[in-house]
């Protein structure tokens, strides 16, 4: 089984195949996603095109929408 590194120095199992995680809400500006091993963190959107709003990047500061 393949293992990611996290920032925080824990090692992570990488499944065979892709997952979806899903949030039900009301609310969805009130949800932080970060993500572990690049510390690249989103916020919840209701933007038709998006649902993750990209707000700080190890290598790029500026907002995306993904």
């Known amino acids: 089984m ?5 920032k925080n120095g824990n090692i992570a199992n990488e499944l ?6 899903k949030i039900y809400t ?3 500006n009130k949800y ?4 572990m091993e690049t510390g ?3 916020i919840g959107s209701v933007s ?3 649902h993750w709003t ?3 990047s190890s290598s790029d500061e ?3 929408k993904i």
């Not at 932080?32 to 993500?35: A, E, N, S, V, Y």
């Open 16 to 21: 065979e195949k892709a997952i979806t995680l």
């Open 32 to 35: 932080k996603l970060i993500d």
């Open 62 to 64: 500026s907002k995306q």
């Open 54 to 56: 990209k707000v700080k």
């Open 2 to 6: 393949k293992t990611r590194k996290l």
């Open 40 to 42: 690249e963190e989103y």
């Open 48 to 50: 038709e095109d998006s």
């Open 26 to 28: 009301k609310c969805p």
